[in-house]
Antibody, heavy 125, light 108 residues
Framework: EVQLVESGGGLVQPGGSLRLSCAASGFTFSSYWMSWVRQAPGKGLEWVANIKQDGSEKYYVDSVKGRFTISRDNAKNSLYLQMNSLRAEDTAVYYC??????????????????WGKGTTVTVSS | DIQMTQSPSSLSASVGDRVTITCRAS??????LNWYQQKPGKAPKLLIY???SLQSGVPSRFSGSGSGTDFTLTISSLQPEDFATYYCQQSYSTPPGTFGPGTKVDIK
């Protein structure tokens, strides 16, 4: 069964740090880009970051640049999100997701087709 | 960045109704548009990619259409398990793959 399982969430004070993990199983982890997506309480979805198969390319939403770092360990089938200088507005459920693509008529279409159940991060004093 | 809007933000419908949700992009995104379903307390689920391609395992009552800036998700006959929030997402200009604000479908 294809599966993603997040862990590492919790309560942290503003300015603190947290490291999220995502364990992948049931598919060849090293063959896929991977993403983190978050959802603040009662709000919509926000893409946070993604990373190429070999970790050589990483991208971030502007609001987390310089504070969050995405990484992966293909030997351990694991994705990570190191979150530093946390703010109240980072409070959210954090999902990891698999990025996949399909080719149609010579074009590649990208989407997130496998999602974990999420881990909750609360930033509060 | 490309901005996505959805309408309506919420709707009430009955089982068996035909439901249509609209998504609009701030600039042309060709057919680079995905639809996700999210139930309360659950992770999002991919329904449609490339504007109109049904993800494997998704019931055929779901369909997507559109290109350029205007897109629709249609549920041909609403079922009890379809009450959820639906999000569109553009994958034309990534990162970021911007999501729309969501449309909540609840029971009339």
């Amino acid at each position: 069964e294809v599966q993603l399982v997040e862990s590492g969430g919790g309560l942290v004070q503003p300015g603190g740090s947290l490291r999220l993990s995502c364990a992948a199983s049931g598919f060849t982890f090293s063959s896929y880009w991977m993403s983190w997506v978050r959802q603040a309480p009662g709000k919509g979805l926000e893409w946070v970051a993604n990373i190429k198969q070999d970790g050589s390319e990483k991208y971030y939403v502007d609001s987390v640049k310089g504070r969050f770092t995405i990484s992966r360990d293909n030997a351990k089938n694991s994705l990570y999100l190191q979150m530093n200088s946390l703010r109240a507005e980072d409070t959210a459920v954090y999902y990891c997701a698999r990025d996949d693509r399909k080719q149609q008529l010579g074009y590649y279409y990208y989407y997130m087709d496998v999602w974990g159940k999420g881990t909750t991060v609360t930033v509060s004093s | 960045d490309i901005q996505m809007t959805q309408s309506p933000s919420s709707l009430s419908a009955s089982v068996g109704d035909r439901v249509t949700i609209t998504c609009r992009a701030s600039q042309s995104i060709s057919s680079y548009l995905n639809w996700y379903q999210q139930k309360p307390g659950k992770a999002p689920k991919l329904l449609i990619y490339a504007a109109s391609s049904l993800q494997s395992g998704v019931p055929s009552r779901f369909s997507g259409s559109g290109s350029g800036t205007d897109f629709t998700l249609t549920i041909s006959s609403l079922q009890p398990e379809d009450f959820a929030t639906y999000y569109c997402q553009q994958s034309y200009s990534t990162p970021p793959g911007t999501f729309g604000p969501g449309t909540k479908v609840d029971i009339k």
